[in-house]
């Protein structure tokens, strides 16, 4: 596999796990050739929350999204592929569900910007960190996939 593989986290929040998309959000990913390389349902507690959103600390939604994403479970997943996380924050769309562009997660499934449904990493330094927050290095399963001969020439 080449280097410029990466891995990146996804989150399926509690709105979607709530809507029963979890099977619809994830298939997207399996059907575009990305590799699930962990996966699993969590709720999540305050500290992981604050740590997870740390960057928007002071902002004037700050109180509602720790609220909103520790309110259920949610879907925490890695997945790896040639460039996986511009790849990913293209198929998720932007922030906004009104905004974002038809074909992508967050329109097709999402009305508001306060249950747009699905987190995804920005950055190979906050994947990083990211996956730290929700899987020991253990829980990661480095396996081949053999359809990749398949997805990538
Ligand atoms: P992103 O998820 O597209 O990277 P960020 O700006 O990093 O967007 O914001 C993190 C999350 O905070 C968003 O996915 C959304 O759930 C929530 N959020 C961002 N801006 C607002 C807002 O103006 N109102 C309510 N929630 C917001
Ligand atoms: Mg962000």
Known sequence: MS???EKTLILIKPDGVQRG????ILSRFEHKGLKVIALRMLQVTKDMAENHYGEHKEKPFFGGLIEFITAA???AIVVEG???????????GATNPQDA?????RHDFGMHMGRNLIHASDSTTSAEKEIGLFFETNQIIDWKK???YWVYE
């Open 3 to 5: 280097k410029e593989h």
């Open 21 to 24: 998309l979890v099977g619809d």
């Open 73 to 75: 479970p949610i879907v």
């Open 82 to 92: 040639n460039n996986a996380i511009s790849v990913i924050r293209k198929m998720v």
């Open 101 to 105: 562009a038809p074909g992508t997660i």
């Open 146 to 148: 053999d359809v990749d």
